[in-house]
């Protein structure tokens, strides 16, 4: 149990496209959603917290008009990428934890994570 | 500034040793630290965590040692095995790990045969 999905696993695009990445809880309700970045041979960086129908609290430093994230469904998060530049190139990381409302204490479960290519 | 250190930054060990990995951290409303196991290219695999109310937690090989009083905690993996071989993230976190995680830099590392 507690499976999260990300697509894609990998997307190479050109400088100046907007790139969208999906987060999904196979086998659970999610309602708090965290998107992570992390550059070769670096720990995970937080970049925002994905809160079902709310507002993403996004971390100091992080765009939030750069970085937009939805959080639209219990199952579902998406991060999108815009106009996005060689420098964005890293690995994005989601991660989701059983819904808090019904069941505290629960860790959080991670994706396996998407590499984006920026050229 | 809210931070876990960990160490060592890499370690290499022989078949059927003991990897140690260590960890402390500063803000005493932690009250959740987990480690985490990634393979390159894929994201991180929850290994093991432990809570402030024990001191020790055994599963399988894994093991967690937590010295509340210290602000540290270690992972101890016994008879490593080269399939060991990965980066181990420690973290922590509030309200059980349903907070976001602060982690620490990792360590890599390498089992030989």
């Known amino acids: 149990g507690a499976v999260v999905s990300q697509h894609p696993s990998w997307v190479i695009c050109k400088s100046g496209t907007s790139v969208k990445i999906e987060c999904r809880s196979l086998d659970f309700q999610a309602t708090t959603m965290f998107w992570y970045r992390q550059f070769p041979k670096q720990s995970l960086m937080l970049m925002a917290t994905?809160?079902?129908?709310?507002?993403?609290?996004?971390e100091q430093g992080v765009e939030k008009d750069k970085f937009l994230i939805n959080h639209a469904s219990l199952t579902l998060s998406t991060l999108t990428v815009t106009s996005a530049h060689p420098e964005d190139s890293s690995f994005y990381i989601c991660?989701?934890?059983?819904?808090?409302?019904?069941?505290?204490?629960?860790?959080?479960?991670f994706g396996d994570g998407t590499r984006l290519s920026i050229l | 500034q809210q931070q876990v250190k960990q160490s060592p930054q890499s370690l290499i060990v022989q078949k059927g040793g003991i990897s140690i990995i260590n960890c402390a951290y500063e803000n005493t409303a932690f009250d959740y630290f987990p480690w985490y196991q990634q393979f390159p290219g894929k994201g991180p695999a929850l290994l093991i965590a432990?809570?402030?109310?024990?001191s020790e937690k055994k599963e399988g090989r894994f093991t967690i040692s937590f010295n509340k009083s210290a602000k540290q905690f270690s992972l101890h993996i016994m008879d490593s095995q080269p399939g060991d071989s990965a980066t181990y993230f420690c973290a922590a976190s509030r309200e059980g790990g349903s907070e976001k995680l602060v982690f620490g830099k990792g360590t890599k590392l390498t089992v030989n045969p």
């Open positions: 994905s809160n079902e129908g709310s507002k993403a609290t996004y």
């Open positions: 432990i809570r402030p109310d024990v």
């Open positions: 991660s989701a934890s059983l819904d808090r409302a019904h069941n505290s204490n629960q860790p959080q479960h």
